[in-house]
Nanobody, 119 residues
Framework: QVQLVESGGDLVQAGGSLRLSCAAS????????MGWYRQAPGKQRELVAVFSSSGLTNYADSVKGRFTISRDNAKNTVYLQMNSLKPEDTAVYYC?????????????WGQGTQVTVSS
């Protein structure tokens, strides 16, 4: 079973920066997709940034130029560097990792980490 552990969420003022981390553990053979999603109160979960299976990145229009997704394959970890944060970035951020493990294909979610941006 593959488990994800997130960290890095915090309370920050508008214009500030945060770096989220998500580490996967378990009997992982390969990872195909690594991404970040967020869910604000009363809203649906939305894609923030993702590494596709081809290794290309895709960002939500609202975060382009401010957020950067990166990965450390040796550590099975994905990061989200968030700069120039805005109050509308306030949400619970979830990582999602898909791949294959000793038990077959997997798609796991992190527990969520709260990001709050004050104005």
């Amino acid at each position: 079973q593959v488990q994800l552990v997130e960290s890095g969420g915090d309370l920050v003022q508008a214009g500030g920066s945060l770096r989220l981390s998500c580490a996967a553990s378990g009997s992982i053979f390969s990872i195909n997709i690594m991404g970040w999603y967020r869910q604000a109160p009363g809203k649906q979960r939305e894609l923030v940034a993702v590494f596709s299976s081809s290794g290309l990145t895709n960002y939500a229009d609202s975060v382009k130029g401010r957020f950067t997704i990166s990965r450390d394959n040796a550590k099975n970890t994905v990061y989200l560097q968030m700069n120039s944060l805005k109050p509308e970035d306030t949400a619970v951020y979830y990582c999602n990792i898909q791949g294959s493990s000793r038990h077959g294909s997997f798609g796991s979610w992190g527990q969520g980490t709260q990001v709050t941006v004050s104005s």
